[in-house]
């Protein structure tokens, strides 16, 4: 019962994908994990029950998608809950009024929001630092620091943590490592393999992967961290319900092939975006260019659908224009459905953030971010060339 991944060691990803945590259903033989939209359980008796006593608490769909996570990380213990923020409001939680966190200064502009405007005021203290730089990282821990909160690569900036360094330095101080892994996924990335202690998800993003969800996660192999987790999950109740869940499990199984497709797609606009008079930047691992390109082809297996760049001169005008140009590329929030996205952080997911914080790190206000979808590339190109015909 619950997130623990039990497929047998050594399975291969796609494998894991289909099969972990999804056996078929004992009573039918459903070769699909059923929905089980139901909020409590009828006991045979007082406290004779079958293992399932309220849906808050127990719900098998959720549990084989907790397991599912689980394995794809590589971890003992996955978690889900009702949104990536969700998730790491519950992992705040297991820390104290007093406690100090380093965070690097460019995450998704939700989670700084949390940090900066919620738990603040609960007595957590938060210092944002360039997690490019693990000697820096070191320099910002304290006495009290209990957590170091990283995303990598970021968003949108697309900067790289060296995850065996940090994580190293922060084991020697007990600080607990968490890196975001939403942008590249387990097929890419499996931070705790490089030495992090937990691993965080915004579901609604690539795992699921069809923009029709919201949900979050967070997966761990420490015994005394799990136990914290499964009691605030439960406690503070920031649960997902069953049909999002299913409808993830129904997202992950394609984990893998989605996500070369997304990066083959992301890997040729990125070069064509870098050969355009029209742009000033181009920020993807994947390109050679790429001050921490060597850093993104040691930890990871690839580089992700993501891209940003800085259209023109960099200004709002300039985003606006090349924003409003774009037919295919849908102007939204939110990013890795199978469908391409255009966003413009700096007035949707990165408004929280004050303006002299984003240009101090170089978030030009016409910055662009690319959600790149599994649509023929040729199609996405020309959209892109129109769209820049704009500046």
């Known amino acids: 019962m619950g997130g623990e991944s039990s497929l047998t060691p050594g399975s291969g990803f796609s494998t894991r994908a289909v099969h972990a945590g999804q056996e078929p259903d004992p009573t039918t033989g459903a070769v699909v994990v059923p929905l089980y939209q139901t909020s409590t359980y009828a006991q045979e008796a007082l406290g004779k029950h079958k293992g399932y006593e309220y849906g808050r608490t127990h719900?098998?769909?959720?549990?084989a998608l907790e397991r599912n996570l689980a394995a794809l990380e590589g971890g003992r213990h996955g978690f889900c809950f009702a949104s990536g923020l969700a998730a790491t409001t519950t992992l705040l939680q297991t820390l104290s009024a007093g406690d100090h966190v380093v965070a690097g200064n460019n995450l998704y502009g939700g989670t700084y929001r949390l940090f900066d405007r919620v738990f603040k005021r609960f007595g957590l203290e938060f210092s944002f630092v360039s997690a490019q730089d693990p000697d820096q990282v070191e320099r910002a821990f304290g006495p009290r620091t209990r957590m170091l909160f990283v995303e990598t690569p970021t968003n949108p900036m697309m900067q790289l943590t060296d995850l065996a360094a940090v994580s190293e330095r922060a084991r020697r101080r007990n600080v607990c490592v968490v890196v975001d892994n939403t942008f590249m996924t387990p097929y890419l990335q499996r931070p705790l393999e490089l030495g992090a202690q937990v691993v965080l998800h915004s579901v609604t993003k690539y795992l699921n992967g069809h923009s029709d969800m919201i949900g979050g996660a967070l997966v761990t192999s420490d015994e005394r961290l799990a136990e914290q987790l499964r009691f605030l999950q439960n406690a503070a109740g920031a649960v997902p319900g069953p049909m999002d869940c299913w409808l993830a499990l129904r997202g992950t199984k394609t984990l893998a092939v989605r996500m070369q497709r997304h990066e083959e797609n992301a890997?040729?606009?990125?070069r064509f975006l870098a050969a355009q008079p029209q742009v000033k930047a181009v920020l993807y691992p994947g390109l050679e260019s790429h001050p921490q390109h060597e850093l993104?082809?040691?930890q990871a297996s690839g580089f992700g659908g993501m891209i940003s760049f800085i259209p023109g001169d960099g200004s709002l005008e300039a985003g606006r224009r090349v924003s409003g140009r774009f037919r295919l590329f849908a102007r939204a929030e939110s990013l890795g459905g199978v469908e391409s996205l255009v966003c413009h952080p700096a007035s949707m997911t990165h408004?929280?953030?004050?303006?002299?914080?984003?240009l101090s790190i170089g978030f030009a206000d016409g910055l662009l971010r690319l959600s790149v979808g599994i649509e023929d590339v040729e199609d996405l190109r020309a959209d892109v060339a129109q769209a820049l015909q704009s500046v």
């Open 59 to 63: 719900n098998p769909t959720r549990f």
């Open 296 to 298: 993104a082809r040691r």
């Open 351 to 358: 408004a929280s953030v004050p303006r002299e914080d984003r």
């Open 267 to 270: 890997r040729t606009l990125a």
